[in-house]
């Protein structure tokens, strides 16, 4: 490994001359379409774990205990008290209960919170739709 590492800062710290962004952007695609795909065809269990994943991708650059790491637990918590998430088959949807309705749509809405809240963190981290401002680089200068 040392072949492909180097010492940039002159006490020991390495940093490796190969980038992973690129795999880390195509893993986090992926995973959109797959939840988008989910969400859409009532893959409610399905459409949980990709938002999971997509945390794991996104919580690297989180601090443990900070406000998005409280957050993202919080809405963990609110999505455990309409467990269990399933995926809302045409059998189930068949039954017409007002309750399975009613389930399905708090569901629903905590997993979009979910999404949102993935979105905005991914953007806030400038890894989604976040636009460079070229206009505030010229003024640093």
């Excluded at 939840?35 to 997509?54: C, E, I, V, Y």
Aim: net charge negative.
């Amino acid at each position: 490994m040392e072949d492909y590492e180097k010492d940039d800062f002159g006490d020991g710290t390495k940093i490796s001359d190969y980038n992973s962004a690129l795999f880390i952007n195509q893993r986090i695609n992926n995973l959109w379409v797959d939840a988008n795909k989910h969400k859409r065809t009532g893959a409610f269990s399905d459409w949980n774990a990709d938002l999971d994943s997509m945390w794991c991708e996104l919580a690297g650059d989180v601090d443990e205990n900070s406000v998005e790491d409280k957050k993202f637990k919080e809405i963990n918590l609110r999505i455990k008290a309409v467990n269990p998430i399933i995926n809302w088959g045409v059998q189930t949807m068949n039954k017409k209960t007002p309750d399975i309705h009613t389930k399905k749509a708090k569901q629903y809405g905590e997993l979009m919170d979910k999404e949102l809240f993935l979105r905005r963190l991914q953007n806030k981290q400038g890894k989604g739709t976040k636009y460079r401002d070229d206009m505030a680089d010229y003024m640093d200068g």
